[in-house]
């Protein structure tokens, strides 16, 4: 018997096809999806308040890589009943409001973003016990600038130090701010709080934890202390966290968001004709500037010298403008 193959055997050869599901253009509508918003961020896990119900989430397959961070309000499907056990699938990102970036040094491409939607960035610095880092402010401060979001100076530990040294640079720019003492009234600070979202950053030991506790009672946020050999503090918080700020009544007044504190904050991405947008008054002067001409210090022909010498302009003003710009140049260490 001949085992041989010929072309006729060929003609009437079917291959055995893979029993796979036939592909398709069509997505799925998610008619049915819900919306969140993300409170924190663990381990691929994601905590999520749906109409005053805490859920855990995971990210669907189809958004890939996409990032979701804490702010975040996104559209979810499957178990949102949020009883042990149920684990929900976030479908869709709704699109940012601001985005709060940081890199991890100056000369890293890539951007990390730190939270989303928050339209107050609130930097918080202790007056003493740590030493307050004027830089780590400029920094910040750019960054909240760049990501559009209204800064706020929270200068906390009044009771250890003056902080009209620290208010006095910064007035020039017009930066509202807060002071604050151990065990004091924060009546204040809640009314630069309410009725927004505010992500509070700083480096550790300034008191950013403990602030949050006593805004927020039912926090119970970790607080640390501050080494007396470096002055540093020590990292306490190690995740982004979302709370709802209470009113008297008992009522929501406003967010805030708890930030891990920060040793670095790159700003690659800022660049200064990025930084001189938002402060339009000093914008306005540089038009007739040269070509590629940065405002920085020593520039030649800037328009922002013309303007002081003109009497246009506040030089205090462009001063401090010039330090944020030269804050984004060097060392990402505040």
């Given at each position: 018997?001949s085992?041989?193959?010929t072309?006729?055997?060929a003609?009437h050869y079917?291959?055995?096809?893979r029993?796979t ?9 998610y ?5 969140g ?12 308040l749906?109409?005053?119900?805490t859920?855990?989430?995971m990210k ?9 961070v ?12 949020g009883?042990?056990?149920?684990l929900?699938?976030i ?11 940081r ?7 890539v ?21 307050p ?14 990501a559009g979001?209204a800064?706020?100076?929270?200068l906390t530990k ?8 620290l208010?006095s ?8 701010w807060?002071v ?6 924060l ?7 309410r009725?927004?979202t505010?992500?509070?950053?700083g480096h550790?030991g ?5 602030l949050v ?7 119970h946020?970790s607080?640390?202390i501050?080494n ?10 190690t995740?982004a966290y ?5 009113g ?5 007044e ?6 891990p ?10 660049k ?7 402060f ?8 007739d500037?040269p ?7 020593g ?13 246009e302009?506040?030089?205090d ?11 984004r140049e ?5």
């Open positions: 018997m085992n041989r193959y072309d006729h055997d003609e079917e291959r055995p096809r029993r599901r036939p592909r398709t253009k069509d997505r799925p509508s008619d049915d999806a819900v919306d918003v993300v409170v924190t961020v663990d381990r691929g896990r994601f905590t999520l749906i109409d005053g119900v859920v855990m989430a669907s397959r189809p958004l890939g890589r996409k990032g979701v804490v702010g975040d309000r996104v559209r979810v499907v499957g178990d949102v009943s009883v042990d056990g149920s929900a699938r479908v869709e990102v709704v699109p940012r409001t601001t985005t709060l970036r890199t991890a040094d100056d000369d890293d491409p951007e990390r973003v730190i939270v989303s939607n928050a339209d107050q960035l609130v930097v918080v610095a202790a007056l003493a016990d740590p030493e880092r004027p830089r780590l402010i400029d920094r910040a401060l750019v960054a909240a600038y760049d979001m800064p706020l100076l929270c009044a009771d250890l130090a003056d902080p009209e040294v208010l640079t910064y007035r020039s720019l017009g930066v509202p807060v604050t003492e151990r065990g004091g009234d009546a204040e600070v809640r009314d630069r709080l009725g927004r505010s992500v509070l950053v550790s300034v008191g950013k934890s403990t506790n006593a805004l927020v009672p039912e926090a946020r607080v640390g501050v007396a050999v470096t002055g540093r503090g020590r990292h306490t918080s995740s979302l709370l709802e700020l209470p008297p009544d008992g009522r929501g406003g967010w805030i968001i708890d930030t504190g920060i040793r670095s904050f790159g700003l690659a991405h800022v200064p004709e990025d930084l001189i947008g938002t339009p008054d000093l914008e306005e002067m540089t038009e500037c070509r590629g001409c940065s405002h920085g210090t520039e030649p022909e800037c328009g922002l010298d013309v303007a002081i010498e003109s009497g302009t506040d030089p003003r462009v001063e401090s403008f010039r330090r944020l710009l030269a804050a060097g060392a990402a260490d505040w």
